[in-house]
């Protein structure tokens, strides 16, 4: 979704706010340790774009009023943002209130926290090379998108061995991987075992997602 522009598009509407601004500004510029040089300007293009604005509002107004007018807004729109980038969003001698009064958009400055992922990951293990396990992760189906938008990496866990896992005791950290396939090696003396696997989501902050639902097994060959 597109993010809506603070500054109205009506040309009446653009003139008022940026007026309501000006003398905002002005009120408060000791305050805010802002130069009133950096101001002239600013004022010298809104009684421009003003002056026009009323040209051309006359009925028999001609093409070089319109046109003039056109101008000298869109003169006065650019100066007025870079000055709000430059001077208004950031300043921290500025409260969100005067930002509300001068209609301008307020910064958030609390990161949103990543979300937790939910999705289950599904895995396909390739066991044809000696002694290595190649392992695919994916989200929604092997065919689909390789990690869901919540997710940074994903965690491997195996149990090299024996029979299935029934217990979290019995699971062994594997590694920790941002992409997909992770190769995982094995020794000699670990050929002909079943290992056991099972993954999990994580986003930046390593929290974790449910493990997946069903666990994969695959031979040492």
Known sequence: M???????????????????LILYLK??????GIDPDLVAPIETLYNIYSNAYTLAQDP?????????????????KAALRQFVKEHLIYNSLITN???????????????????????????EINFATHLQHIIHVKTGTLT???????AHSFEVWNKVGGDQP?????????????????????PLADV???????????????QAGPWSEAIISAVIA
């Open 2 to 20: 597109a993010r809506v522009d603070y500054i109205p598009r009506q040309d009446g509407k653009f003139l008022e706010w940026a007026h309501k």
């Open 27 to 32: 009120a408060h510029l000791t305050a805010w």
């Open 60 to 76: 028999n107004r001609g093409k070089v009023d319109v046109l003039s007018k056109n101008e000298s807004r869109d003169a006065l």
């Open 97 to 123: 209130e005067d930002r509300e009064h001068m209609g301008l958009p307020i910064h958030d400055t609390k990161p949103t926290p990543p979300r937790v992922p939910t999705d289950m990951p599904i895995a």
């Open 144 to 150: 689909g998108r390789a990690k869901p938008s919540d």
């Open 166 to 186: 029934k217990d979290d005791s019995e699971w062994s950290y594997v590694n920790t991987s941002t992409r997909s396939p992770l190769t995982v090696n094995y």
């Open 192 to 206: 002909g075992k079943t290992v056991y696997y099972r993954f999990r989501w994580l986003n930046t902050r390593n």
